[in-house]
């Protein structure tokens, strides 16, 4: 008997097993049947000849339009050169020594052709393609595998190989399906009829051999189901272990910092602050941990709910830790937060509220005596607070009692690193994770769909909206009108942003676009996702929300220009447009010290134009600042123009974002921009960003959670079957959490995560 685990050779002979499993790493039947066709030819249908790529090995249907042997001048040599064409594109085959092809091949033939594309002369072509001849097929349907799928009208086309082409790999799984009568299905068959979903042999069958593209659909859906459902329990199981991982209930007396925190504040909280406040109140005082996810609009003041959540683990007695992902915004952190908290944090000062605790800063810069110092206090529990950047997680810092851990801005904080968290005590922390750009909510179920997530959707009182405008650099009368609205800003006493991609100078190697979704190439560098995507995988580098550290295209080799540099634009602009305004630069490139104090100068008033890169993406709040003009806007991705953007209107003047490009009037990065500037929606903006890029780039730099494996699952299209999924998911973790009634699940499952998924689970 035939089942997911034979060896394919037992199936379609060792010849073709070898080369099934060298050129396409295809090894049991299992595997084959998950080759899944790339697209489907409908009978006739020619391929569009027009955008082969150079390199690429393709399958193409087309039609002879001419063919010509060629004698050559070794005599026992022949050259046949064959014209195909899609009715539009020609493309030309070139076979050495295979003249009988002039038999089949004659004008007016459609044939499948496999090959490498080649670039010969200017012109593309293929080079003793494989041959499968179609007419010929359907009019003696014994002779070629293909024919019954033929005769339908469907014929997939499956990635391939140059010596395995796409109808080779048909007639094996053809081979395989026939002598397959059942498979086990990881479906249980209760969420099976509840969805109305074909048994998984009926499905394989109905991608593999459609009639229709009604069953291309059918059997779509329920390999999806699949995908979903097992990342979903994947999900459920480590929520349901983190259930059972004993942590220390903190419940935080009710006449604490917290209150009197509240009782000084200058503004009202929204309601959506003081529900999330509610919610992690809740959560921290269970026995296990607390791991919440909270996502906000720009501005929606993310920085007091962690501020309140912190008091709270401080008022049970306990001590809190917030993470950033930057020295910069570490220091920025602990600007903030002591603003926020006054005398409240400044115990062992002179003027320290009796309650006082104490906030310290613990980041690689510190020298060795204050660093000393802060250690000290963390570890005698004499500070409450500790702001860091994540290396406080790896180094051997000793809390007296570690009670919450924030996590801001969500760029670098993946499923390893709670982990780590929680392997350092036995009693892991509370965890709040906060992210900067709204992720779509599927992205949430998904990417990060072991944490609970809130949402803060309304923006406090008082906030003037952003106008935003796209500045074409051609048109002088609005690029003047730009400056000028940053001269006239300044004149009344406000401050302004000018944002660049690059730093300058000797950069070439730290110059990028910071987030061009458009253009970022997917694989550039292992893990490493463009910009913003960043804050959908936890995966990035540390160093990419400085908008520094970036490698690649100094904007030569694509044939554009250098993106607008820091370090030139800044004494550019110093000479012309902002004659006499105070103007500085800030980049992640500045000692910290530096960084430091420019910032505070900024927000002292005491600069009124900081030119700089994206470190101030993320975190950097003066309310004062109402405009920034961000150059080359054009190589920014949409989600973080908007998080920039979110720099200013913060206060209670309108604020002005100026996206300046050379992009043209129409096209796909003007469109991007306009699009940014009609709708300060930044849920609606994360999804077209979503859309604009490949699925893959989402879940490449994948936490754990098999997520490699989704295949067919569209996270956009796909909103409603991965919401059911999940729910499915966390339903039958409750009753059956080992899968012990669902042998076929469990074994997909294993089979799914990697082996660091399986290894995290056993821990769990
Ligand atoms: P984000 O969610 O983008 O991190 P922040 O926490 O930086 O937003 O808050 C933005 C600004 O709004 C800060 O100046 C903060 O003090 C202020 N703020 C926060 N909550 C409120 C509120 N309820 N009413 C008025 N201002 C608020
Ligand atoms: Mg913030």
Redesign the pocket.
């Known amino acids: 008997m035939i089942d997911q685990t034979t060896r394919l050779r037992d199936v379609v002979g060792a010849a073709t097993a070898t080369a099934l499993a060298d050129a396409l790493s295809l090894e049991t039947s299992g595997d084959l049947l998950a080759h899944l066709p790339r697209r489907y030819h409908e009978r006739g249908e020619l391929t569009d000849l027009a955008n082969l790529a150079v390199g690429e090995v393709v399958t193409v249907q087309a039609q002879v339009v001419s063919v010509k042997r060629r004698p050559m001048r070794e005599r026992r040599r022949s050259m046949l050169t064959v014209t195909v064409t899609d009715g539009s594109h020609n493309l030309l085959l070139t076979f050495f020594n295979q003249v009988w092809q002039e038999r089949n091949l004659r004008q007016g033939v459609t044939a499948l052709f496999a090959g490498k594309v080649e670039e010969y002369r200017g012109r593309r072509q293929l080079t003793n393609p494989e041959v499968h001849l179609l007419d010929a097929e359907s009019a003696d349907p014994g002779t070629h595998g293909g024919a019954e799928s033929f005769a339908s009208g469907l014929v997939p086309i499956y990635p391939s190989a140059v010596k395995l082409p796409s109808w080779k790999i048909g007639s094996c799984v053809r081979i395989l399906l026939a002598g397959l009568t059942e498979l086990d299905d990881p479906l249980p068959a209760a969420i099976r009829d509840k969805y109305r979903l074909v048994g998984l042999l009926d499905a394989y069958r109905l991608v593999h051999q459609p009639s229709s593209w009604a069953e291309v659909a059918r059997g779509r859906l329920r390999l999806k189901w699949d995908e979903a459902l097992i990342l979903q329990v994947a999900l459920a199981r480590r929520r349901l272990d983190n259930e059972q991982t004993a942590a220390t209930a903190r419940v935080p007396r009710a006449d604490g910092l917290l209150a009197a925190f509240d009782a000084a504040l200058p503004?009202?909280?929204?309601a959506g602050?003081r529900a999330v406040g509610e919610t992690i109140k809740a959560e921290i005082a269970r026995p296990f941990p607390m791991h919440r996810l909270l996502q906000?609009?720009?501005?929606?003041?993310?920085?007091?709910?962690a501020l309140r959540a912190m008091l709270a683990a401080v008022d049970a007695g306990g001590q809190a830790v917030l993470l950033a992902p930057t020295e910069t915004l570490a220091s920025q952190h602990l600007r903030?937060l002591r603003n926020?908290l006054g005398p409240l944090g400044q115990a062992g000062e002179l003027d320290a509220a009796p309650l006082a605790t104490r906030i310290v800063l613990v980041t690689g810069s510190l020298g060795v005596r204050s660093r000393r110092e802060a250690l000290g206090a963390v570890a005698d529990g004499s500070a409450g607070l500790v702001v860091g950047t994540h290396a406080l997680l790896e180094e051997s810092v000793t809390f007296r009692d570690l009670a919450l851990v924030v996590v801001d801005e969500q760029h670098r904080f993946g499923v390893e690193q709670r982990d780590a968290l929680r392997s350092r005590s036995a009693r892991p922390p509370h965890v709040l994770v906060?992210t900067?750009t709204p992720i779509p909510r599927t992205v949430a179920m998904t990417v990060f769909g072991d944490l609970e997530v809130s949402t803060?959707t309304e923006l406090?009182?008082?906030r003037s909206p952003i106008a935003s405008f796209v500045v074409p650099a051609t048109n002088k009368v609005w690029t003047d009108r730009m400056w000028g609205r940053v001269r006239d800003e300044v004149a009344k006493g406000h401050q302004a942003y000018v944002v660049c991609p690059r730093i300058g100078e000797d950069d070439a190697a730290a110059d990028a676009p910071p987030d061009a979704a458009a253009d970022a190439p997917p694989d550039a560098a292992d893990g490493v996702l463009p910009g913003s995507l960043a804050a959908f995988s936890g995966g990035a580098p540390p160093g990419m929300i400085d908008g520094d550290t970036w490698d690649a295209t100094a904007g030569s080799e694509d044939g554009r220009r250098p993106s607008a540099a820091v370090l030139d634009l800044l004494p550019a602009l110093r000479d012309t447009e902002l004659v006499g305004l105070r103007a500085a630069a800030l980049h992640g490139r500045l000692r910290p010290d530096d960084k430091d104090e420019v910032m505070t100068k900024f927000a002292a008033g005491d600069i009124d134009v900081l030119v700089a890169t994206t470190v101030i993406e993320?975190?950097v709040?003066v309310?004062n600042a109402t405009v920034m003009v961000i150059a080359d806007a054009d190589r920014f991705g949409i989600s973080q123009l908007h998080q920039l953007r979110?720099r200013v209107g913060?206060g209670s003047a309108p604020g002005w974002c100026l996206l300046y490009t050379e992009a043209e009037h129409g096209s796909p990065a003007w469109e991007r921009l306009a699009a940014v500037a009609a709708t300060a929606d930044g849920a609606q903006l994360a999804r077209l960003d979503l859309a604009q890029r490949r699925e893959g780039d989402v879940l490449g730099a994948a936490q754990s959670g098999g997520r490699r494996s989704l295949r067919l699952l569209e996270l956009l299209k796909d909103e409603e079957l991965i919401r059911s999924a999940r729910d499915e998911a966390t339903a039958l973790m409750r009753v059956d959490p080992q899968l012990s009634a669902q042998p076929a699940l469990a074994a997909a499952l294993a089979a799914t995560l990697d082996e660091s998924t399986a290894a995290y689970l056993e821990k769990g």
Request: glycine residues 20%.
């Open positions: 503004f009202p909280l929204t602050q906000g609009e720009v501005g929606s003041g993310k920085t007091v709910v903030s926020l906060m900067a803060l406090p009182a008082g993320v975190g709040d309310p979110g913060r």
